[in-house]
């Protein structure tokens, strides 16, 4: 069974500050995506990791996908309010390509 | 901008009632998805469709649940009986020619009593 962790599981921070969260798993994954998603709506999608090693920047938020494609990071710099929500990380597999498995989250709180 | 669409956005139904969730798709995509979100836990698959059938499912779509897609533009995910433990946020996701990435609607909560 493919699992998916996601540390830290709870984060606050003040404005501007840097953080970084991460994406593990034992698993060896075909891609992996990172969502956002704010309460009561669903996750949007914000970038897709395809190849080992890769780093994708979107503005202020880098993504990488490790080497190994089992673990994936995303640095936040100067975090605004704007940037609260959760974020998910989640994999599609090689056999099953469609089927993709979420991470619990990391709910990211910004604080004016 | 093309989005997903759910109906309706809130559902009150009662234990062993049947009930039918629906979503538009975005228009050309081809692979389509739910998925459901027990409150404060984390999004969990469902199932996935591609060329009129199901091409993956989880452990949790049971033979109380079906999904159909009736006509060009609408996809459904019927709960035949539902329980208590159904009780969720259904999220119907599609996705195009980038498999992977799939675009979410806003969901549907879905509340048995």
Redesign the interface.
Known sequence: TQLLEQSPQFLSIQEGENLTVYCNSSSVF??L?W?R?EP??????LV?VVTGGEVKKLKRLTFQFGDARKDSSLHITAAQPGDTGLY?C?G?GWT??????????TSLSVIP | EPE?TQTPSHQVTQMGQEVILRCVPISNHL?F?W?RQILG?????LV?F?NNEI??K?EIFDDQFSVERPDGSNFTLKIRSTKLEDSA?Y?C?S?GD??????????T?LTVT
């Open positions: 075909s891609s995506q969502y998603q009561g709506e669903g996750p949007v999608l897709t998910l989640a599609a099953s390509y469609d089927k993709v498995i979420f991470g619990p989250g | 997903v692979y998805y998925y836990q984390k999004v969990e698959f996935s591609y091409s993956e989880s946020m999220f996701a996705s980038l498999v992977h990435e799939q675009y979410f609607g806003p969901g909560r």
